[in-house]
């Protein structure tokens, strides 16, 4: 995995992101509007995945577009990540959009090291994640942003346009094991805007889980 860092490597903040290719085009603009938002010192800490339906997958299924199904690689992916969560006297949290989203979601339900997550247009459709998952296990974290576009659910695949429903439960559950936790509503559809949401995503939870601007 290869590892880019943004924005102060001193910072007492460390926003940790698995990112793709697309992402790493906007993440510059995606760390501006982060510091536009919350005026905090922070470092980003991109770490790139290999193989992006494996590496943050937490248990096999079937592939839902394309041919390709998706793996288990998330708890092997989560043993690297926590590798830059050694300093006791920075404040970490975790992020990503799609794929990633999710990934950062389950993390929050396996350690308690991550301040806050950031959820943005987590892939909650994926199979077995809200109605078993979320439902039968405690999630360990302060704060959890999550955000969809309105147009996500308007998808041709059914298990696809499950996607609000199940986001709208997950933020349930959230609230009701008295999580910090907000559901907001992006224009467009899965594949608009994606930096502008993650920089929201984060800086909500920065701000909602203590650290104030």
């Given amino acids: 995995m290869n590892i880019s860092r943004y924005g102060n490597p001193n910072a007492g903040i460390v926003l940790i992101q698995l990112v793709d290719d697309h992402d790493l085009e906007g993440i510059e603009n995606e760390v501006a509007e982060i510091q536009r938002l919350t005026a905090k ?18 248990w096999k299924a079937p592939a839902v577009f394309g041919n390709k199904d998706f793996g288990d690689g998330a708890g092997r992916t989560l043993a ?25 979601v389950w993390v929050a339900y396996q350690t308690d090291v991550f301040n806050g997550v950031a959820a943005a247009s987590p892939s909650v459709w994926f199979p077995g994640f ?8 405690e999630c360990r ?5 999550l955000s969809l576009g309105d147009r996500e659910a308007k998808s041709r695949n059914p298990v696809m346009a499950t996607v ?10 959230l609230k009701k094991q008295g999580i910090e936790t907000v559901l907001q509503w992006n224009r467009g ?11 929201k995503a984060f800086a909500w939870v920065m701000i909602a889980s203590g650290d104030r601007i």
């Fill in 189 to 199: 559809n899965h594949f608009a805007d994606a930096d502008i949401r993650t920089a």
């Fill in 164 to 173: 609000e429903n199940r986001i709208r439960e997950a933020y349930e559950l």
């Fill in 41 to 58: 010192d922070f470092c980003l800490i991109a770490i790139k995945v290999d193989n992006w339906n494996t590496d943050l997958s937490p």
């Fill in 80 to 104: 690297e990540v926590l590798k830059y969560t050694a300093d006791p006297t920075k404040t970490y949290y975790i992020g990503g959009y799609s794929l990633a989203a999710l990934f950062a």
């Fill in 130 to 137: 809200v109605d078993s998952f979320m439902h039968d296990n």
């Fill in 141 to 145: 974290t302060k704060a959890v942003y």
